[in-house]
């Protein structure tokens, strides 16, 4: 049986729509069960995720369509951008050197950080994208701080 979705948006790859995505993440990350900072780093990640799609599978065009959904599971949040541009080439990817600051380039590396998981998938006619944000209180033990062994 799939899990249940806790929402789903659709909208133009326009920048400007981008700010629904975040209003929308918060309240359903909130439906599905995280914690208002678990919500806000979603927020960050899947608002990033966009803006790569905009302007790498989109190449700029602001007329692209992005889908996105979100389904809880037992342990964990799953959210999915879909679209129908080029699809994101993980091996092609080299992470920003920090120690010399860029105008750009810091996407993924920021969605990496912001998420307890990243994967990227071709699709029929377009790519996706899936972030994976683990559930961190269980039976009422208390939140697993992030980087905490």
Known sequence: MPEPVI???????????????????????????????????????????CANVYRHAYGGRRDGLIELSMRAEPERVVTTVRHRGVPFDPARYAPPDLSRPEEGGYGMYLISRLVDAVSFHTVPGGGSIELITERRVRCGAPARQRGAS
């Not at 659709?10 to 400007?16: C, E, F, G, V, Y």
């Not at 909130?30 to 990640?45: N, T």
């Open 7 to 49: 929402g789903t948006l659709s909208l133009t790859s326009d920048p400007a729509t981008f700010r629904s995505v975040r209003r929308w993440v918060i309240g359903a990350a909130h439906g599905a069960g995280l914690g208002d900072e678990e919500a806000a780093a979603l927020a960050i990640a899947l608002t990033e995720s």
